[in-house]
Protein backbone atom coordinates (compact mmCIF):
# COMPACT_ATOMS: atom_id res chain seq x y z
CA UNK A 1 0.00 0.00 0.00
CA UNK A 2 1.22 3.29 -0.85
CA UNK A 3 1.15 5.78 1.96
CA UNK A 4 1.61 9.46 2.53
CA UNK A 5 5.31 9.51 3.14
CA UNK A 6 6.59 7.33 0.26
CA UNK A 7 4.29 9.73 -1.60
CA UNK A 8 6.62 12.63 -0.17
CA UNK A 9 9.90 10.66 -0.52
CA UNK A 10 9.49 10.06 -4.17
CA UNK A 11 8.76 13.81 -4.61
CA UNK A 12 11.90 14.65 -2.73
CA UNK A 13 13.46 12.37 -5.06
CA UNK A 14 12.46 14.08 -7.94
CA UNK A 15 12.89 17.90 -6.97
CA UNK A 16 15.51 17.90 -5.01
CA UNK A 17 17.73 14.82 -6.11
CA UNK A 18 17.27 14.65 -9.97
CA UNK A 19 15.40 11.42 -10.51
CA UNK A 20 13.83 11.07 -13.41
CA UNK A 21 12.92 8.23 -16.32
CA UNK A 22 15.42 9.40 -18.53
CA UNK A 23 13.86 7.57 -21.71
CA UNK A 24 10.55 5.99 -22.55
CA UNK A 25 11.66 3.45 -26.17
CA UNK A 26 9.32 2.25 -28.30
CA UNK A 27 11.23 -0.56 -30.12
CA UNK A 28 9.63 -1.61 -33.69
CA UNK A 29 10.51 -4.50 -35.79
CA UNK A 30 10.73 -3.38 -39.62
CA UNK A 31 11.24 -7.08 -40.86
CA UNK A 32 7.89 -6.67 -42.53
CA UNK A 33 9.25 -3.40 -44.37
CA UNK A 34 11.78 -5.28 -46.55
CA UNK A 35 11.69 -4.74 -50.73
CA UNK A 36 14.55 -5.16 -53.21
CA UNK A 37 14.05 -1.34 -54.14
CA UNK A 38 15.33 0.98 -51.69
CA UNK A 39 12.91 3.85 -52.27
CA UNK A 40 10.34 1.65 -51.61
CA UNK A 41 11.87 0.27 -48.56
CA UNK A 42 12.82 3.70 -47.30
CA UNK A 43 8.65 4.49 -47.83
CA UNK A 44 7.71 1.50 -46.04
CA UNK A 45 9.70 2.10 -42.44
CA UNK A 46 8.74 5.46 -42.70
CA UNK A 47 5.46 5.16 -42.77
CA UNK A 48 5.41 1.99 -40.37
CA UNK A 49 8.03 4.03 -37.96
CA UNK A 50 5.43 7.06 -37.94
CA UNK A 51 1.96 5.03 -37.78
CA UNK A 52 3.74 3.15 -34.97
CA UNK A 53 5.49 6.23 -32.83
CA UNK A 54 2.17 8.80 -33.63
CA UNK A 55 1.51 8.84 -30.00
CA UNK A 56 4.33 8.22 -28.18
CA UNK A 57 5.80 11.95 -27.15
CA UNK A 58 1.81 12.95 -26.05
CA UNK A 59 1.78 10.01 -24.55
CA UNK A 60 5.37 10.73 -22.40
CA UNK A 61 4.17 14.20 -21.73
CA UNK A 62 0.83 13.14 -20.38
CA UNK A 63 1.94 10.54 -17.83
CA UNK A 64 4.85 13.20 -16.90
CA UNK A 65 2.64 15.97 -16.72
CA UNK A 66 -0.09 13.36 -15.23
CA UNK A 67 2.51 12.15 -12.29
CA UNK A 68 4.92 14.93 -11.97
CA UNK A 69 7.53 12.57 -12.99
CA UNK A 70 10.15 14.05 -15.41
CA UNK A 71 10.64 12.12 -18.68
CA UNK A 72 13.82 13.37 -20.20
CA UNK A 73 13.88 11.49 -23.57
CA UNK A 74 11.35 9.63 -25.73
CA UNK A 75 13.10 7.22 -28.38
CA UNK A 76 12.45 4.86 -30.97
CA UNK A 77 14.55 1.28 -31.75
CA UNK A 78 14.23 -0.32 -34.91
CA UNK A 79 15.93 -3.60 -36.08
CA UNK A 80 19.20 -3.97 -36.80
CA UNK A 81 18.97 -1.92 -40.15
CA UNK A 82 21.77 -4.62 -41.72
CA UNK A 83 19.09 -7.05 -41.33
CA UNK A 84 16.03 -4.90 -42.45
CA UNK A 85 17.38 -3.77 -45.13
CA UNK A 86 19.40 -6.85 -46.67
CA UNK A 87 17.08 -7.28 -49.36
CA UNK A 88 17.56 -4.11 -50.70
CA UNK A 89 19.99 -3.72 -54.33
CA UNK A 90 21.97 -0.89 -53.73
CA UNK A 91 25.38 -0.25 -52.28
CA UNK A 92 24.85 1.85 -49.61
CA UNK A 93 21.95 2.25 -47.28
CA UNK A 94 22.96 5.90 -46.38
CA UNK A 95 19.20 6.91 -48.26
CA UNK A 96 17.95 4.40 -44.93
CA UNK A 97 19.47 6.49 -42.28
CA UNK A 98 17.73 9.69 -43.44
CA UNK A 99 14.79 8.28 -43.87
CA UNK A 100 14.81 6.80 -40.39
CA UNK A 101 15.80 10.74 -39.65
CA UNK A 102 12.84 12.02 -41.25
CA UNK A 103 10.32 9.60 -39.46
CA UNK A 104 12.08 10.35 -36.47
CA UNK A 105 11.35 14.08 -36.41
CA UNK A 106 8.27 13.88 -37.79
CA UNK A 107 6.89 11.94 -34.82
CA UNK A 108 8.87 14.57 -32.59
CA UNK A 109 11.21 11.70 -30.67
CA UNK A 110 14.96 12.45 -29.26
CA UNK A 111 16.71 9.88 -31.07
CA UNK A 112 16.01 6.64 -33.50
CA UNK A 113 18.61 3.70 -32.39
CA UNK A 114 19.23 0.73 -35.17
CA UNK A 115 21.44 2.19 -38.09
CA UNK A 116 23.19 -1.17 -36.78
CA UNK A 117 24.85 -4.34 -37.71
CA UNK A 118 25.56 -7.85 -35.80
CA UNK A 119 28.92 -9.14 -37.05
CA UNK A 120 30.43 -11.57 -34.02
CA UNK A 121 30.88 -14.45 -36.00
CA UNK A 122 31.16 -12.60 -39.82
CA UNK A 123 29.99 -10.40 -42.29
CA UNK A 124 26.68 -10.64 -44.72
CA UNK A 125 26.49 -8.15 -47.63
CA UNK A 126 24.21 -6.27 -45.92
CA UNK A 127 26.29 -5.82 -42.84
CA UNK A 128 29.13 -4.67 -45.17
CA UNK A 129 26.88 -2.43 -46.40
CA UNK A 130 25.63 -0.94 -43.45
CA UNK A 131 29.26 -0.29 -41.95
CA UNK A 132 30.24 1.35 -45.14
CA UNK A 133 27.54 3.59 -44.26
CA UNK A 134 28.34 4.74 -40.74
CA UNK A 135 30.24 7.38 -41.82
CA UNK A 136 27.98 9.02 -44.10
CA UNK A 137 24.70 8.20 -42.37
CA UNK A 138 25.88 10.15 -39.19
CA UNK A 139 27.25 12.98 -41.16
CA UNK A 140 24.10 13.46 -43.11
CA UNK A 141 21.94 13.17 -40.48
CA UNK A 142 20.52 14.74 -36.66
CA UNK A 143 19.55 12.15 -34.90
CA UNK A 144 20.27 8.81 -35.64
CA UNK A 145 22.09 6.39 -33.50
CA UNK A 146 24.70 3.47 -35.12
CA UNK A 147 25.83 0.79 -33.57
CA UNK A 148 28.03 -2.59 -34.39
CA UNK A 149 28.31 -5.43 -32.25
CA UNK A 150 31.32 -7.35 -32.89
CA UNK A 151 32.16 -9.90 -30.02
CA UNK A 152 30.08 -12.38 -28.04
CA UNK A 153 30.58 -14.68 -25.54
CA UNK A 154 29.21 -17.45 -27.48
CA UNK A 155 31.05 -16.46 -30.83
CA UNK A 156 34.72 -14.71 -30.02
CA UNK A 157 35.65 -11.24 -31.50
CA UNK A 158 35.52 -10.62 -35.38
CA UNK A 159 38.59 -9.04 -35.14
CA UNK A 160 38.54 -7.97 -39.40
CA UNK A 161 35.57 -5.67 -37.50
CA UNK A 162 37.50 -4.37 -35.24
CA UNK A 163 40.47 -3.74 -37.38
CA UNK A 164 37.60 -1.65 -39.62
CA UNK A 165 35.48 -0.07 -36.78
CA UNK A 166 38.79 1.78 -35.99
CA UNK A 167 38.84 3.65 -40.11
CA UNK A 168 35.23 3.74 -39.38
CA UNK A 169 35.70 5.80 -36.51
CA UNK A 170 37.97 8.01 -38.08
CA UNK A 171 36.21 8.79 -40.96
CA UNK A 172 32.90 9.59 -38.99
CA UNK A 173 34.70 12.11 -36.94
CA UNK A 174 36.32 13.55 -40.37
CA UNK A 175 33.15 13.92 -41.83
CA UNK A 176 31.98 15.74 -39.12
CA UNK A 177 34.63 17.73 -37.59
CA UNK A 178 32.74 21.09 -38.45
CA UNK A 179 30.54 19.88 -35.60
CA UNK A 180 33.17 18.82 -32.83
CA UNK A 181 33.16 14.73 -34.44
CA UNK A 182 29.83 14.24 -33.71
CA UNK A 183 28.37 11.83 -35.11
CA UNK A 184 31.28 9.42 -33.08
CA UNK A 185 28.80 10.27 -29.99
CA UNK A 186 26.46 8.95 -32.07
CA UNK A 187 28.47 5.69 -32.66
CA UNK A 188 28.52 2.75 -30.15
CA UNK A 189 31.04 -0.74 -30.52
CA UNK A 190 29.82 -3.62 -28.91
CA UNK A 191 30.53 -7.13 -27.23
CA UNK A 192 27.53 -8.83 -25.88
CA UNK A 193 24.85 -5.54 -27.09
CA UNK A 194 21.52 -6.64 -25.65
CA UNK A 195 18.46 -6.47 -28.13
CA UNK A 196 16.53 -4.38 -25.43
CA UNK A 197 18.80 -2.09 -24.58
CA UNK A 198 16.77 1.45 -24.40
CA UNK A 199 19.74 3.77 -23.88
CA UNK A 200 21.44 5.67 -27.18
CA UNK A 201 23.63 4.88 -28.95
CA UNK A 202 23.26 1.65 -28.87
CA UNK A 203 19.70 0.77 -28.79
CA UNK A 204 18.44 -1.28 -31.66
CA UNK A 205 15.39 -3.55 -31.46
CA UNK A 206 16.50 -7.34 -31.18
CA UNK A 207 15.60 -10.28 -33.57
CA UNK A 208 13.99 -12.23 -30.83
CA UNK A 209 11.65 -9.11 -29.80
CA UNK A 210 7.53 -8.55 -30.39
CA UNK A 211 6.33 -6.43 -33.24
CA UNK A 212 6.49 -3.34 -30.72
CA UNK A 213 7.44 -3.14 -27.60
CA UNK A 214 7.90 0.15 -24.53
CA UNK A 215 11.05 -0.21 -22.44
CA UNK A 216 12.25 2.52 -20.00
CA UNK A 217 15.53 3.66 -18.74
CA UNK A 218 15.22 5.00 -15.23
CA UNK A 219 18.28 6.67 -13.94
CA UNK A 220 18.80 8.54 -10.31
CA UNK A 221 22.76 8.89 -9.26
CA UNK A 222 21.74 12.06 -7.46
CA UNK A 223 19.21 10.03 -5.21
CA UNK A 224 21.81 7.41 -4.19
CA UNK A 225 24.46 9.76 -3.47
CA UNK A 226 21.70 11.81 -1.04
CA UNK A 227 20.82 8.36 0.78
CA UNK A 228 24.50 7.43 1.21
CA UNK A 229 24.83 11.06 2.82
CA UNK A 230 22.99 10.13 5.59
CA UNK A 231 25.21 7.16 6.39
CA UNK A 232 28.77 8.28 6.37
CA UNK A 233 29.99 6.29 9.20
CA UNK A 234 28.49 3.01 7.69
CA UNK A 235 30.33 0.05 6.78
CA UNK A 236 29.81 -1.40 3.76
CA UNK A 237 27.37 -3.90 4.42
CA UNK A 238 25.17 -0.82 5.06
CA UNK A 239 26.02 0.86 2.35
CA UNK A 240 24.92 -2.11 -0.17
CA UNK A 241 21.61 -1.97 1.77
CA UNK A 242 21.12 1.37 1.34
CA UNK A 243 21.83 1.63 -2.02
CA UNK A 244 19.58 -1.68 -3.24
CA UNK A 245 16.59 -0.01 -1.24
CA UNK A 246 17.37 2.82 -2.97
CA UNK A 247 17.61 1.15 -6.06
CA UNK A 248 14.11 -0.51 -5.48
CA UNK A 249 12.19 2.69 -4.98
CA UNK A 250 14.05 4.61 -8.33
CA UNK A 251 12.76 1.18 -10.50
CA UNK A 252 9.45 1.55 -9.17
CA UNK A 253 9.02 5.02 -10.27
CA UNK A 254 9.98 3.51 -13.51
CA UNK A 255 7.73 0.72 -13.24
CA UNK A 256 4.39 2.92 -12.95
CA UNK A 257 5.79 4.91 -16.17
CA UNK A 258 6.40 1.81 -18.32
CA UNK A 259 3.27 -0.01 -17.18
CA UNK A 260 1.27 3.53 -17.95
CA UNK A 261 2.73 3.76 -21.22
CA UNK A 262 2.12 0.55 -22.23
CA UNK A 263 -1.22 0.96 -21.13
CA UNK A 264 -2.02 3.83 -23.30
CA UNK A 265 -0.20 3.24 -26.31
CA UNK A 266 -1.33 -0.63 -26.40
CA UNK A 267 1.98 -1.84 -27.38
CA UNK A 268 3.41 -4.31 -24.55
CA UNK A 269 5.88 -4.04 -21.83
CA UNK A 270 9.12 -4.74 -22.75
CA UNK A 271 11.82 -4.19 -20.07
CA UNK A 272 12.79 -1.88 -17.71
CA UNK A 273 16.84 -0.72 -17.51
CA UNK A 274 18.14 0.33 -13.77
CA UNK A 275 20.89 1.97 -15.29
CA UNK A 276 22.19 5.17 -13.05
CA UNK A 277 22.78 6.74 -16.52
CA UNK A 278 24.24 10.63 -15.11
CA UNK A 279 24.00 13.95 -16.57
CA UNK A 280 25.82 16.80 -16.74
CA UNK A 281 23.94 18.62 -14.29
CA UNK A 282 25.57 19.19 -10.52
CA UNK A 283 24.37 16.74 -8.24
CA UNK A 284 23.38 13.92 -11.11
CA UNK A 285 26.73 12.11 -11.34
CA UNK A 286 27.84 8.44 -10.67
CA UNK A 287 31.42 9.21 -10.08
CA UNK A 288 30.44 11.32 -6.80
CA UNK A 289 28.38 8.35 -5.19
CA UNK A 290 31.79 6.34 -5.49
CA UNK A 291 33.61 9.45 -3.81
CA UNK A 292 30.31 9.65 -1.08
CA UNK A 293 31.63 6.09 -0.21
CA UNK A 294 35.28 7.83 0.53
CA UNK A 295 37.43 8.18 -2.18
CA UNK A 296 39.15 11.42 -2.10
CA UNK A 297 38.42 11.59 -6.25
CA UNK A 298 37.11 8.93 -8.71
CA UNK A 299 39.78 7.29 -10.06
CA UNK A 300 42.12 6.81 -6.95
CA UNK A 301 43.19 3.11 -5.35
CA UNK A 302 39.56 1.62 -4.30
CA UNK A 303 37.54 3.00 -7.49
CA UNK A 304 36.87 -0.38 -9.09
CA UNK A 305 35.91 -1.97 -5.40
CA UNK A 306 33.11 1.01 -4.79
CA UNK A 307 31.89 0.76 -8.82
CA UNK A 308 31.59 -2.89 -8.57
CA UNK A 309 30.04 -2.72 -4.71
CA UNK A 310 27.23 0.09 -6.73
CA UNK A 311 26.71 -2.01 -9.89
CA UNK A 312 25.69 -5.31 -7.81
CA UNK A 313 23.57 -3.54 -5.22
CA UNK A 314 21.89 -1.27 -8.24
CA UNK A 315 20.82 -4.75 -9.57
CA UNK A 316 19.93 -6.29 -6.81
CA UNK A 317 17.41 -3.74 -5.45
CA UNK A 318 16.03 -3.09 -8.99
CA UNK A 319 15.33 -6.78 -9.77
CA UNK A 320 12.96 -6.92 -6.41
CA UNK A 321 11.07 -3.77 -8.25
CA UNK A 322 10.15 -5.57 -11.51
CA UNK A 323 9.54 -8.78 -12.81
CA UNK A 324 11.10 -7.69 -15.85
CA UNK A 325 14.49 -6.05 -16.08
CA UNK A 326 16.89 -5.93 -19.15
CA UNK A 327 18.81 -3.61 -21.00
CA UNK A 328 22.34 -2.63 -18.98
CA UNK A 329 21.20 -2.01 -15.59
CA UNK A 330 23.84 -0.76 -13.38
CA UNK A 331 25.81 2.36 -13.46
CA UNK A 332 27.28 4.12 -16.75
CA UNK A 333 30.67 5.59 -16.55
CA UNK A 334 30.50 7.96 -19.91
CA UNK A 335 33.19 11.04 -19.24
CA UNK A 336 31.82 13.94 -21.20
CA UNK A 337 28.15 12.82 -19.24
CA UNK A 338 28.92 13.10 -16.18
CA UNK A 339 30.18 16.30 -13.85
CA UNK A 340 31.99 14.26 -11.58
CA UNK A 341 34.25 12.69 -14.14
CA UNK A 342 34.86 15.24 -15.84
CA UNK A 343 36.14 16.99 -12.60
CA UNK A 344 38.25 13.67 -11.93
CA UNK A 345 39.51 13.67 -15.68
CA UNK A 346 40.70 17.48 -15.00
CA UNK A 347 41.73 17.28 -12.07
CA UNK A 348 44.32 14.22 -13.39
CA UNK A 349 42.84 11.31 -10.86
CA UNK A 350 41.15 9.21 -13.62
CA UNK A 351 42.96 8.07 -16.68
CA UNK A 352 41.84 5.92 -20.06
CA UNK A 353 43.20 2.96 -18.35
CA UNK A 354 41.63 3.27 -14.92
CA UNK A 355 38.09 3.67 -16.82
CA UNK A 356 39.59 0.12 -18.55
CA UNK A 357 39.72 -1.68 -15.21
CA UNK A 358 36.38 0.06 -13.87
CA UNK A 359 34.48 -1.08 -17.05
CA UNK A 360 35.03 -4.75 -15.91
CA UNK A 361 32.28 -4.33 -12.85
CA UNK A 362 30.20 -1.34 -14.72
CA UNK A 363 27.43 -1.72 -17.06
CA UNK A 364 28.73 -0.46 -20.14
CA UNK A 365 32.59 0.46 -21.07
CA UNK A 366 34.37 3.04 -22.39
CA UNK A 367 31.74 5.92 -22.90
CA UNK A 368 31.53 9.46 -24.01
CA UNK A 369 35.39 10.00 -23.93
CA UNK A 370 37.08 12.12 -26.24
CA UNK A 371 40.79 11.34 -27.46
CA UNK A 372 42.89 13.59 -29.79
CA UNK A 373 42.23 14.04 -33.59
CA UNK A 374 45.78 12.25 -34.71
CA UNK A 375 45.02 8.90 -32.82
CA UNK A 376 45.35 6.25 -35.45
CA UNK A 377 42.76 4.26 -36.34
CA UNK A 378 44.48 1.10 -35.37
CA UNK A 379 44.71 2.62 -31.53
CA UNK A 380 41.50 2.98 -31.84
CA UNK A 381 40.65 -0.45 -33.13
CA UNK A 382 43.07 -2.07 -30.29
CA UNK A 383 41.70 -0.75 -27.30
CA UNK A 384 38.10 -1.33 -28.91
CA UNK A 385 39.72 -5.13 -29.06
CA UNK A 386 40.53 -4.73 -25.23
CA UNK A 387 37.21 -3.87 -24.37
CA UNK A 388 35.38 -6.66 -26.45
CA UNK A 389 37.82 -9.42 -24.67
CA UNK A 390 36.92 -7.51 -21.33
CA UNK A 391 33.22 -8.52 -22.31
CA UNK A 392 33.81 -11.95 -24.18
CA UNK A 393 35.75 -12.95 -21.05
CA UNK A 394 33.42 -12.01 -18.37
CA UNK A 395 30.10 -12.78 -19.91
CA UNK A 396 28.75 -9.12 -19.61
CA UNK A 397 28.04 -6.15 -22.38
CA UNK A 398 30.90 -3.69 -23.06
CA UNK A 399 31.02 -1.10 -25.55
CA UNK A 400 32.94 1.47 -26.79
CA UNK A 401 32.33 5.21 -27.65
CA UNK A 402 35.60 6.99 -28.52
CA UNK A 403 35.45 10.36 -30.44
CA UNK A 404 38.73 11.59 -31.81
CA UNK A 405 37.94 14.93 -32.58
CA UNK A 406 39.79 16.56 -35.32
CA UNK A 407 42.35 19.63 -34.45
CA UNK A 408 41.54 18.81 -30.90
CA UNK A 409 45.17 17.52 -28.22
CA UNK A 410 45.46 16.95 -24.83
CA UNK A 411 44.70 19.41 -22.96
CA UNK A 412 42.10 21.33 -25.05
CA UNK A 413 38.15 20.35 -24.42
CA UNK A 414 35.06 19.40 -26.73
CA UNK A 415 31.49 20.60 -25.70
CA UNK A 416 28.79 18.42 -27.34
CA UNK A 417 25.70 19.77 -25.69
CA UNK A 418 22.78 19.29 -23.90
CA UNK A 419 22.65 15.25 -22.27
CA UNK A 420 26.24 14.76 -24.38
CA UNK A 421 27.86 17.65 -21.96
CA UNK A 422 31.65 17.87 -22.23
CA UNK A 423 35.17 16.68 -21.73
CA UNK A 424 38.72 17.45 -21.65
CA UNK A 425 40.62 15.49 -24.36
CA UNK A 426 41.77 12.49 -22.49
CA UNK A 427 45.61 11.12 -23.31
CA UNK A 428 45.86 7.70 -24.29
CA UNK A 429 49.30 6.85 -22.49
CA UNK A 430 50.67 4.19 -24.35
CA UNK A 431 52.91 5.46 -27.27
CA UNK A 432 53.42 2.20 -28.63
CA UNK A 433 51.72 0.92 -32.18
CA UNK A 434 49.16 -2.25 -32.52
CA UNK A 435 49.18 -1.59 -36.02
CA UNK A 436 50.46 -5.18 -36.18
CA UNK A 437 48.24 -6.80 -34.19
CA UNK A 438 45.54 -5.21 -35.75
CA UNK A 439 46.62 -5.91 -39.29
CA UNK A 440 46.17 -9.97 -38.37
CA UNK A 441 42.31 -9.82 -38.82
CA UNK A 442 40.60 -13.16 -38.46
CA UNK A 443 39.09 -14.04 -35.21
CA UNK A 444 39.36 -14.70 -31.51
CA UNK A 445 37.77 -17.75 -30.61
CA UNK A 446 35.19 -17.54 -27.90
CA UNK A 447 36.35 -18.63 -25.02
CA UNK A 448 36.02 -22.17 -22.87
CA UNK A 449 32.86 -20.51 -20.70
CA UNK A 450 30.98 -20.69 -23.68
CA UNK A 451 30.43 -24.34 -23.96
CA UNK A 452 27.28 -24.26 -21.25
CA UNK A 453 24.77 -26.81 -23.34
Same mark, same amino acid.
Given at each position: ?82 ? #?? !??? =? ?5 ? @? &? %???? $?? *? ?121 ? #?? !??? =? ?5 ? @? &? %???? $?? *? ?121 ? #? ?83
Amino acid at each position: MITINDIMETNRMITENKLDVRTITMGISLRDCAHPNIEQFCRNIYDKITKSAEFLVKTGADIESEYGIPIIHKRVSVTPIAI #AA !EAC =KTDTYVP @V &A %EALD $KA *AKEVGINFIGGFSALVEKGYTNGDKILIKSIPQALASTDIVCSSVNLGSTKAGINMDCVREMGEIIKRTAELTRDREAIGCAKLVVFSNAPGDNPFMAGAFHGVSEAEKVISVGVSGPGVVKH #AL !EDI =KSADFSE @V &A %ETIK $KT *AYKITRVGQLVAREASQRLGVPFGIIDLSLAPTPAVGDSVAHILEEMGLESCGAPGTTAALALLNDAVKKGGLMASSHVGGLSGAFIPVSEDAGMISAVEKGSLSLEKLEAMTCVCSVGLDMI #AVAGDVSAATISAIIADEAAIGMINNKTTAVRLIPVPGKKVGDSVNFGGLLGRCPIMPIKSQYSSEAFIARGGRIPAPIRSLTN
